[in-house]
């Protein structure tokens, strides 16, 4: 929700003056425009407490100068009297307090919605939002009918201790205000840049040749998603230059049926009538308007067929390619192995010619003998036939 001041750094035309209403934002999408006065001046980043009334407010400035006009004349906010003023910059009191407000919110939250289902009323509290200086507690809350929290009201004071203000805000908004991941995986929309919520339908999901599921089509808040109207008036205009779906196609072999349209790809797939097992066939769209021309001639194509698009297969180098020489699932399985041992069976297993030598020179046969046995515990060093020292 932070805005890029592109006019920050410009000089004021002479004779101008700075523009004395600046931008404050609070919990979470919410933003208010507040009068700071003539010879006053505030950055963006600045902590300034503002006139709530009754009562004092904490926000951070998040705009200055020439974009706030924009910005209130986008948003309709007229520059009259009844914009409230900011009172001063907050200081290090003021701030303790903020923080200290701030960290009552979630127990107030799970300790009120323990004393909504006592009431058992039919509604749903999203999120609730404390005034800087702790003197009030404003609840959002959906419902889907009209509620009466009179009562309501009465127990949630008493239990806190704090003014009660209680909001009634839409799906949309609370989605915004608590936040979220998108299906996309990206952070919602709504809880970050987009502002105004236009109506969705479903025929922005027809447009784009979308499957109408509920459960692919809905966000996090349960209603269409807000993504599906960014690229609608560009499908729009590409649509535009297509044939309607109700268009027949006209042949010898029989009449033929709209399937889809793949718009950006510029071909429609139309099926006969009379063999609707049959899969159906891709056609240009430059063909498909000939061949209406002939239909509208009274002339007739012998088959579709002869206007389907074929696919031409990739070869099988273009599907895949070695690009790295990491094609051998092996790559990793080493043939030596570490530590003496293992090179010496490695030799061992990989020479049997030289071990079939050696047996027959110590044995003189193929077969080990008693005298390969001494000549063995001789190399060692053991056994009766030790040379002596002497």
């Not at 931008?23 to 407490?49: C, H, L, M, P, S």
């Not at 009918?145 to 009634?168: I, N, S, T, W």
């Amino acid at each position: 929700m932070t805005v890029f001041d592109w006019l920050d750094g410009v000089p004021i035309p002479e004779g101008q003056r700075p523009f004395d209403i600046v931008e404050i934002r609070f919990k979470r999408n919410r933003k208010g425009y507040y009068r700071i006065g003539q010879g006053r001046r505030v950055q963006t980043g600045d902590v300034a407490v503002v006139d709530a009334n009754p009562g004092e407010d904490l926000g951070i400035v998040s705009l200055t100068g020439e974009l706030v006009r924009a910005q209130m004349k986008a948003k309709g906010v007229k520059d009259t009297h009844e914009i409230k003023r900011v009172i001063r910059k907050a200081e290090m009191t003021d701030i303790t307090a903020w923080q200290a407000a701030r960290n009552r919110e979630q127990d107030t939250l799970t300790k009120a919605r323990g004393i909504i289902a006592e009431h058992k009323l039919e509604m749903k509290l999203g999120d609730v939002e404390f005034q800087g200086d702790g003197g009030k507690c404003t609840f959002y809350y959906t419902a889907e009918q009209r509620v009466d929290f009179r009562e309501l009201v009465k127990a949630l004071a008493g239990a806190f201790k704090v003014r009660v203000e209680m909001k009634q805000i839409g799906a949309r908004q609370e989605s915004a205000r608590i936040g979220g991941i998108g299906v996309c995986g990206r952070e919602l929309c709504c809880s970050t840049w987009l502002t105004d919520f236009r109506s969705v339908s479903t025929g922005a999901a027809r447009y784009q040749q979308l499957s109408l599921n509920p459960q692919k089509l809905a966000g996090q808040c349960g209603k269409l998603k807000c993504c599906l109207n960014f690229e609608l008036d560009q499908y729009k205009e590409a649509v535009a230059q297509f044939p309607p779906p109700s268009t027949k196609l006209m042949t010898r072999k029989g009449k033929a049926g709209h399937f889809k349209t793949d718009i950006f790809g510029g071909r429609m797939w139309f099926q006969y009538f009379d063999d609707p097992t049959a899969s159906p066939i891709p056609i240009d769209l430059e063909d498909v308007r000939l061949i209406m021309e002939m239909n509208a001639k009274g002339e007739k194509p012998d088959d579709l067929q002869g206007y389907a698009v074929v696919e031409e297969a990739a070869p099988e180098d273009a599907l895949y390619g070695d690009v790295v020489g990491q094609d051998d699932v092996k790559r990793f399985d080493s043939t030596v192995r570490s530590g003496k041992g293992g090179r010496n069976r490695n030799r061992r297993k990989g020479r049997p010619d030289q071990r079939e030598e050696k047996a027959v020179t110590a044995g003189g046969t193929g077969e080990k003998g008693p005298s390969g046995q001494r000549r063995k515990k001789r190399r060692r060093g053991k056994g009766p036939d030790k040379p002596s020292k002497a």
